[in-house]
């Protein structure tokens, strides 16, 4: 089955994050957590490090209305991690309530840069950046 999912990064702290992610979302991951140091090596390859062998190499999570995130760890071997305002998760929860709860439990450690009010774009909005640096949107047209 086709589906769309949402790719995160992270700098040594995505099982952190997905773990977090999962007790707000109340779902539980596709499949396991597959670690760098899972793969076989490939020839003339030197053993991993056992700090980077650790490290999340993909795990995937359903939140809301069908789309999964999905992520890893990006070691710096890999290139240079900037995180920023490269990616927003926008949200639209069927009620304010769900709007609320999903709010407050992303804001626990992170920046609230609007809290949920009615807007006229959208009946109740808001954004935040989470304690990952991950900015999500909140959109309940419901009042």
Known sequence: ?????????????????????????QTEFIGPIVRFGDLPPQPGQPPLPADQAKLVMNISLPILGGLVIMGNDAP??????????????????????????????????????WAPAETAGCSYWGSL???????????????
């Open 76 to 113: 710096e071997a890999m290139g240079k991690l900037i995180q920023g305002n490269n990616v927003t998760i926008n949200l639209e929860p069927d009620t304010r309530a769900e709007t609320d709860r999903l709010f407050a439990a992303l804001k626990e450690g992170g920046k609230v840069e």
């Open 129 to 143: 950046i989470d304690r990952f640096g991950i900015e999500w949107m909140f959109g309940c047209t419901v009042k």
């Open 1 to 25: 089955m086709a589906r769309t999912s949402l790719y995160l990064h992270f700098a040594g702290n995505a099982e952190e994050a997905f773990l977090f992610y999962r007790s707000v979302f």
